[in-house]
Protein backbone atom coordinates (compact mmCIF):
# COMPACT_ATOMS: atom_id res chain seq x y z
CA UNK A 1 0.00 0.00 0.00
CA UNK A 2 1.20 3.30 -0.91
CA UNK A 3 1.41 6.43 1.04
CA UNK A 4 -1.98 8.41 0.65
CA UNK A 5 -3.37 11.82 1.42
CA UNK A 6 -6.48 13.21 3.84
CA UNK A 7 -8.68 16.27 3.91
CA UNK A 8 -8.94 17.41 7.36
CA UNK A 9 -11.17 20.87 8.51
CA UNK A 10 -9.98 24.11 8.33
CA UNK A 11 -8.10 23.83 5.26
CA UNK A 12 -5.29 21.09 6.20
CA UNK A 13 -4.01 18.18 3.99
CA UNK A 14 -2.59 15.13 5.80
CA UNK A 15 -0.37 12.84 4.65
CA UNK A 16 -0.12 9.57 5.81
CA UNK A 17 3.73 8.44 5.20
CA UNK A 18 3.95 5.33 7.82
CA UNK A 19 2.34 2.72 9.18
CA UNK A 20 3.64 0.04 11.66
CA UNK A 21 2.52 -2.58 13.69
CA UNK A 22 4.12 -3.21 16.74
CA UNK A 23 3.51 -4.56 20.18
CA UNK A 24 2.30 -2.29 23.02
CA UNK A 25 5.05 -1.47 25.56
CA UNK A 26 4.97 -3.33 28.87
CA UNK A 27 2.89 -1.90 31.78
CA UNK A 28 4.79 -1.06 35.20
CA UNK A 29 3.49 -1.06 38.87
CA UNK A 30 5.43 -0.70 41.35
CA UNK A 31 7.81 -3.99 41.24
CA UNK A 32 5.43 -5.76 38.90
CA UNK A 33 5.86 -5.92 34.73
CA UNK A 34 2.73 -6.23 32.80
CA UNK A 35 3.66 -8.12 29.64
CA UNK A 36 1.01 -6.69 26.74
CA UNK A 37 0.66 -8.82 23.80
CA UNK A 38 -1.93 -6.99 22.32
CA UNK A 39 -1.14 -5.87 18.56
CA UNK A 40 -0.93 -2.15 17.32
CA UNK A 41 -0.98 -0.39 14.37
CA UNK A 42 0.82 3.37 14.37
CA UNK A 43 0.08 5.75 11.68
CA UNK A 44 2.31 8.67 11.24
CA UNK A 45 0.59 11.46 9.57
CA UNK A 46 2.33 15.04 8.23
CA UNK A 47 -0.58 17.57 8.46
CA UNK A 48 0.39 20.55 6.66
CA UNK A 49 -1.47 23.70 7.25
CA UNK A 50 -1.53 27.13 5.81
CA UNK A 51 1.74 28.57 7.45
CA UNK A 52 3.11 25.20 9.72
CA UNK A 53 3.67 21.51 9.39
CA UNK A 54 3.17 18.88 11.83
CA UNK A 55 3.92 15.26 12.12
CA UNK A 56 0.84 12.97 14.51
CA UNK A 57 1.23 9.99 15.82
CA UNK A 58 -2.46 8.31 15.99
CA UNK A 59 -2.63 4.51 17.52
CA UNK A 60 -5.10 1.80 16.44
CA UNK A 61 -5.53 -2.01 17.86
CA UNK A 62 -4.79 -4.52 14.95
CA UNK A 63 -7.55 -7.24 16.25
CA UNK A 64 -10.90 -4.79 17.28
CA UNK A 65 -9.74 -2.25 14.63
CA UNK A 66 -10.52 0.31 17.74
CA UNK A 67 -8.54 3.59 18.12
CA UNK A 68 -6.64 4.19 21.45
CA UNK A 69 -7.62 7.50 23.21
CA UNK A 70 -4.83 9.96 22.49
CA UNK A 71 -2.39 10.99 20.40
CA UNK A 72 0.92 12.86 19.55
CA UNK A 73 2.38 15.70 18.21
CA UNK A 74 5.85 16.19 17.23
CA UNK A 75 6.36 13.63 19.70
CA UNK A 76 4.60 14.96 22.54
CA UNK A 77 1.16 14.25 23.63
CA UNK A 78 -1.78 16.25 22.43
CA UNK A 79 -3.45 18.54 25.77
CA UNK A 80 -4.88 20.96 23.61
CA UNK A 81 -8.31 20.97 22.78
CA UNK A 82 -7.96 22.36 18.92
CA UNK A 83 -5.14 19.33 18.86
CA UNK A 84 -7.25 16.74 20.00
CA UNK A 85 -10.13 17.99 17.35
CA UNK A 86 -7.38 17.19 14.92
CA UNK A 87 -6.58 14.28 15.83
CA UNK A 88 -10.15 12.96 15.57
CA UNK A 89 -10.40 14.40 12.14
CA UNK A 90 -7.38 12.36 10.96
CA UNK A 91 -8.99 8.69 12.44
CA UNK A 92 -11.87 9.68 10.74
CA UNK A 93 -10.28 10.40 7.56
CA UNK A 94 -8.14 7.31 7.51
CA UNK A 95 -11.43 5.00 8.88
CA UNK A 96 -13.15 6.09 5.86
CA UNK A 97 -9.96 6.06 3.52
CA UNK A 98 -9.22 2.03 4.62
CA UNK A 99 -13.12 1.30 4.01
CA UNK A 100 -12.62 2.09 0.43
CA UNK A 101 -9.20 0.22 0.52
CA UNK A 102 -10.80 -2.93 2.08
CA UNK A 103 -8.24 -5.81 2.34
CA UNK A 104 -5.59 -3.72 0.82
CA UNK A 105 -5.37 -1.69 3.83
CA UNK A 106 -4.74 -4.28 6.54
CA UNK A 107 -0.99 -3.79 4.25
CA UNK A 108 1.94 -2.02 5.72
CA UNK A 109 2.79 1.08 4.75
CA UNK A 110 6.23 1.12 2.91
Known amino acids: MQP ?3 NLPSKRLGYVINKRVG ?3 PLKFLFFKYKNKERIIAYTVIVEGLSTKNE ?3 FKTKKKGEWLTG ?3 NGEAISVEDEKETS ?3 KKAIDEF ?4 GEKAYQELF
Open 4 to 6: FNI
Open 23 to 25: IRR
Open 88 to 90: TAI
Open 56 to 58: FLV
Open 71 to 73: ARK
Open 98 to 101: EKKQ
